[in-house]
């Protein structure tokens, strides 16, 4: 689905909530390290991803991974993990839960 100008894979509306994860705060979708693709969560990458579960190391923490499906404007992974579950463009909450799977996304 193309949301905001980019593809995210498993997205099921225009904020990026997917099957797995679809309530008010889950918004955002992570550009996997491995395919360099957008999807909602982990579940849809493990569905429609490219078979690898390869994470950001901490040296690329830099980089732009993140997007809100709220406004679009994607973050970099430093400013997504300093934002207090908000996006810092739009003010619109992100779903703390997903600090429970930090490490199926980025290095510890």
């Known amino acids: 689905m193309n949301i905001h100008g ?3 894979k498993g997205s099921l509306d225009k904020e990026t909530r997917c099957t797995h994860y679809h309530g008010p705060t889950d918004r955002i979708a992570i550009k996997f390290y491995c395919c360099q693709e957008y999807y909602p969560c982990y579940k849809c990458h493990e569905e429609y991803g490219c078979g ?9 923490f830099d980089h732009k991974a993140i997007l809100c499906g709220s406004c679009g404007k994607e973050l970099s992974i430093g400013d997504y993990l300093k934002s207090g579950y908000a996006c810092p463009s739009c003010q619109a909450a992100f779903n703390p839960g997903c600090a429970l799977h930090y490490e199926l996304y980025f290095e510890k």
């Not at 690898?52 to 690329?60: A, F, G, I, R, S």
């Open 6 to 8: 980019f593809n995210i």
């Open 52 to 60: 690898k579960k390869e994470v950001w190391p901490k040296e690329k």
